[in-house]
């Protein structure tokens, strides 16, 4: 049963546009999102999170929207760059020590 | 401020041996989770330590067992292993405390390849 889910496999986006990236969950017990991002050989590198009670967090070109009525959240980078290329996961977790839940990921390329 | 070190980086094993892998947590960091990273997929969560004990596991067989010592570094040992057990392994480190946020930082890594 996958919990979090990630539709997109990959996407790509011009230099300077927007890039979207979507994400939906399934358990309505998750209280807190992470955005994690992966180049290849690196582990994932924590991006930006946003807590249950909000509906948006922003740190300066990434902002990530919370919909909990349609448990959906999405990442917004603008504008793109081409060093935000790499493998974007959506997290999720309930409680403060919880483990977390991972989605399949979706790869950004951003092209010139 | 040394991040999260895994040892280590590559590992090629074959069938029924056994394998041990570590990491260091972050500085400040008092927390270990083990992901295992198969191709194409997201990290699956092992088990987390905390306090020298297991305190949550995810979906794994006993095969895969963990230890954290005192100085908050942790073990991840796999006995038996077999093809399936090919992967990523990653080690995240996090502190517990109210101020923290409790967000987990991830090591680069230990592939391991069974043959």
């Known amino acids: 049963d996958q919990q979090v889910k990630q539709n997109s496999p990959s996407l790509s986006v011009q230099e300077g546009r927007i890039s979207i990236l979507n994400c939906d969950y399934t358990n309505s017990m998750f209280d807190y999102f992470l955005w994690y991002k992966k180049y290849p050989a690196e582990g994932p590198t924590f991006l930006i999170s946003?807590?249950?009670?909000?509906d948006k967090n922003e740190d300066g070109r990434f902002t990530v929207f919370l919909n909990k009525s349609a448990k959906h959240l999405s990442l917004h980078i603008v504008p793109s760059q081409p060093g935000d290329s790499a493998v974007y996961f959506c997290?999720?977790?309930?409680?403060?020590?919880?483990?977390?839940?991972f989605g399949t990921g979706t790869r950004l390329q951003v092209t010139l | 401020d040394a991040g999260v070190t895994q040892s280590p980086t590559h590992l090629i094993k074959t069938r029924g041996q056994q394998v041990t892998l570590r990491c260091s947590p972050k500085?400040?960091?008092?927390?270990v989770s083990w992901y295992q990273q198969a191709l194409g997929q997201g990290p699956q969560f092992i088990f987390q330590y905390y306090e020298e004990e297991e305190r949550q596991r995810g979906n794994f067989p006993d095969r895969f067992s963990g230890h954290q010592f005192p100085n908050y570094s942790s073990e991840l040992n796999v006995n038996a292993l077999w093809l399936g057990d090919s992967a990523l392994y990653l080690c995240a480190s996090s502190a517990r405390g109210l101020e923290a946020k409790n967000i987990q930082y991830f090591g680069a890594g230990t592939r391991l390849s069974v043959l």
């Open positions: 997290a999720a977790r309930y409680g403060t020590a919880s483990k977390l839940t």
């Open positions: 946003i807590s249950s009670i909000k």
């Open positions: 500085s400040g960091h008092d927390t």
